[in-house]
């Protein structure tokens, strides 16, 4: 139930992005949590998409 949740929320894009990473046999090491966040938003707000503010 909790992972679901998390799935929902959104709580687990780091996670994913990692497992990922580490399938798509990348040669160079994952971004940080904090990394990954910072850019996650940053590409949110160059594209807002269906977001309503």
């Not at 990348?26 to 990394?35: D, F, L, N, V």
Request: charged share 35%.
């Amino acid at each position: 139930m909790i992972k679901f949740l998390k799935g929902v929320m959104g709580a687990d894009k780091y996670e994913r992005y990692v497992e990922f990473h580490e399938r798509s046999g990348c040669t160079h090491a994952p971004m940080s949590r904090k990394e990954f966040w910072r850019e996650h938003y940053k590409e949110q707000d160059r594209n807002p998409g269906a977001r309503c503010c």
